[in-house]
């Protein structure tokens, strides 16, 4: 008799059901409404963010628990192997759609209807009629200087620091991934703990930058159409550098602990593409959002 993986290169591998996907959905429903009722100011208060992120993390770390054991147990073959990747591909497809309806949003608000609404291309004089006096300037508080007057975030200076960080991050983990096909264990971990570490200074970079907009330069996501495209894309952007992070953390423990092999390790390379891919779209925001 062969290895438990053997006896799976050839047939497909069905998980028995489980509440997981449930049991986070519930948790992902209450830091939606925990967040919705802090933007309308309702009396709803923090705990369901924190109960529904606690439960969310503790959901995800025991789903991907249950996978590598699965994975260490020589359950899935190499029709499992193309599913994961090929789920992996449309995941990030999806994700690039997701960033580019944000980006598309942007681009309306800012070079289709603000020139609009300041005259340009009318022949009616709605602008008048509409927002009479208004500046067709970007950034803009606008409509009807809403949010009151702001100060924007200098491209050159900490944003600059966090591409700097992420695009070091992308060198970090490509370095730990040619240690792992090399089988160099070691290497590979410091390389990933690295990764680990350039994530989490990013999101504190960022936590440090939010702060600084709300307490001193009166940029919120009350500030008009800037405030709210701001915050937009670079908060859900935000959120994808948290998850990949924790992704990453998970990888570099099972790699503590013995988990992939230099011949097969997608594991670690789905968490590599969406990583990268975090890359790209931080990229794409430091041009677009804050240097343009």
């Keep these: 008799m062969g290895s438990p993986a053997a006896h799976n290169t050839d047939r497909y591998y069905v998980p028995t059901p489980s509440a997981w996907p ?10 939606v409404i925990g967040v919705s009722g802090y933007l309308e100011n309702s009396n709803i208060g923090p705990l369901p963010i924190w109960l529904g992120a606690a439960l969310s993390i503790y959901i995800i770390f025991r789903w991907f628990q249950g996978i590598a054991r699965e994975s260490e147990g020589g359950l899935y073959g190499a029709q499992v192997d193309r ?20 980006f598309g949003a942007l681009y309306y ?3 289709l209807s603000l020139p609009w609404l300041g005259g340009e291309g009318t022949k009616l004089a709605t602008n008048i009629t509409l927002w009479p ?3 067709a300037t970007w950034p803009s508080n606008g409509p009807a200087g ?14 600059l620091v966090n591409t700097l960080i992420l695009l070091t991050s992308g060198f970090t983990i490509t370095m730990a991934h040619h240690a792992l096909k090399e089988a160099k264990r070691v290497p590979c971990i410091a390389w990933m ?10 999101l504190f970079f960022q936590a440090e930058e ?38 990453l953390l998970v990888i570099t423990l099972r790699l ?11 594991g670690f390379e789905g968490v590599a593409w969406y990583w990268h891919f975090v890359d790209v779209v931080w990229i794409g925001l430091f041009i677009v959002v804050y240097w343009l």
């Design 133 to 135: 006096g208004f500046e």
């Design 210 to 247: 939010y702060i600084h907009a709300y307490n001193d330069l009166n940029l919120t996501m009350g500030s008009g159409i800037y405030g709210s495209t701001f915050f937009m894309l670079t908060g859900f952007h935000g959120m994808h550098v948290t998850l990949g992070t924790l992704m």
């Design 256 to 266: 503590m602990k013995g988990h992939f092999k230099p011949e097969s390790h997608f």
């Design 193 to 202: 703990w690295a990764t680990v570490a350039l994530g989490a200074l990013f």
């Design 146 to 159: 809403l949010g009151g007057e702001f100060q924007t975030i200098p491209a050159f200076d900490v944003p």
């Design 22 to 31: 449930f049991a986070l959905t519930v948790g992902l429903v209450a830091v």
């Design 83 to 102: 599913t994961y990747r090929w789920a992996m591909c449309w995941f990030i497809f999806s994700e690039v759609m997701f960033f580019a309806a944000f």
């Design 109 to 111: 608000a800012r070079l």
